[in-house]
């Protein structure tokens, strides 16, 4: 038989057996094993020569450990409790799968849909999570492992703009640092491997920040589709962050770009659609502004002071044994005054060794305790990159410290912040990268 022979031969071979597999918990993973290698590898590649090699080997590293692991985990959670999902995960792979059945039935009307399936939600609640649930099943049909191995490919991915942003901000050994990190760091490790939104959010997030910091080096249309395609995505998925993002982070960074350039008629057309994309975002807004007119009195159309729903809003978050700070008065201005500082502090360091009280908790003292030893350097990291690009540094400092404020005061319990602020963590990261060669830099040049 000729060499074209045998591969033809080998082909139907495979096809055939591939017809006796199950797609839901082989062929369409697998599918989804091959695609995000093919996307890794291929974004390896288009890289520089000199990041090509390093990038390539730590996706590779990142995306099997993540692809063995989850396969491992879901089995013995599967050995457990018989579904191979743990937590909100389950949740979301139910709901996502009886909204599934009701676009399968001809029920395509939102509402109906939702009070559907809130009856069943095992989450509690009924969100885009659920609805990106739904899209992938109704292709893969029930398949929990499509999910967790999308999430496995989705997260390995981000190494890709996570050492971009440190090399732009800092140099390569920096970004070798970030990128090391974002791919092994323990928390973010676990969420990646389970069906959790974490992973979806912080590749939404990571580049919609490195697509800014290009369009701030050259202009381009492609960058600008891009863009608007990553905002749309993060607005369904994290409304609160998107929109932190583009009333503060992003206008601050750019006024501060265009008045080093000093260029003043790009500021005044700057200045401008910032205006109008502000009454924009004010028109989505306007069922919330109540809340922001009416800071401290009562007279807004909900009859609830900014600080009373915030005060309520956290009492209702402020739940189970990881519960902090509960019972404060966040309408009184003295408590108030108080409780930021302390609130500041946790959202900051939490969790505590001292506050974990069963044997799941305790596996993030370790975590913990590195990210105590790390924090340092975060600052050292600012201080350099500030020094050396202004403009890129008070982005990424300026959106670590709003996202930490704003969980300080919204978060109650530490389990929820914990996994919240995995949204922050890359770019503490490209900091901590920053500052840990800088210091190692130092240290050679003085031995």
Known sequence: MSKNG?????????ASLVSFLNQEYIIFPLFIFFAGL????????????????????????AYFIRIVASVFL????????????????????????????????????????????????????????????????????????????????????????????????GNRRSAMIAAFLTAFWPSLFIWSVQNFKESLTIFLVTNLFWV???????????LLFILTALSMALYEFRKF???????????FSFILYLLKKKKTMIFIIFMTTGIIFFMLFVNLLKEHIPYLISFTATDSGSGLSFLEWLDKFRSYRTYGNTAFLSGWNLTNPLSLMIFTPLALLIAWLAPFPWQLSSISQALVVPEALVYYLLLPFVFIGIGSVLKKNLGDGLIIFVNIFIMILIMAFVEGNIGTLFRHRAMVLPFMFVLIGVGL?????KTTTCI
């Open 74 to 169: 879901y089995n013995i959670v599967f050995i457990f409790n018989g579904r191979g999902l743990l937590g909100d995960g389950y949740g979301y792979s139910e709901s996502g799968y009886s909204i599934f059945e009701l676009w399968n039935n001809g029920v395509t009307d939102v509402d109906k849909i939702i009070e559907s399936v809130i009856k069943v939600s095992v989450s509690g609640n009924l969100g885009s999570y659920d609805f990106w649930n739904a899209m992938v099943y109704s292709v893969t049909g029930k398949s929990p492992l499509s999910m967790i191995f999308i999430n496995c490919s989705i997260y390995s991915l981000i190494i890709f703009p996570v050492y971009y942003i440190t090399k732009q901000v």
């Open 212 to 222: 800014v910091l290009l369009l701030k080096i050259k202009f381009r249309f492609y």
């Open 6 to 14: 045998k591969i033809i031969f080998l082909c139907l071979i495979i």
């Open 38 to 61: 093919f996307i890794g590898a291929f974004s390896s590649i288009l890289s520089k020569k000199e990041d090509r090699n390093f990038l390539l080997v730590l996706f590779l590293g």
């Open 437 to 441: 060669d800088k210091v190692r830099f």
């Open 241 to 251: 962050y998107f929109f932190i993002f583009y009333l503060i982070t992003l206008p």
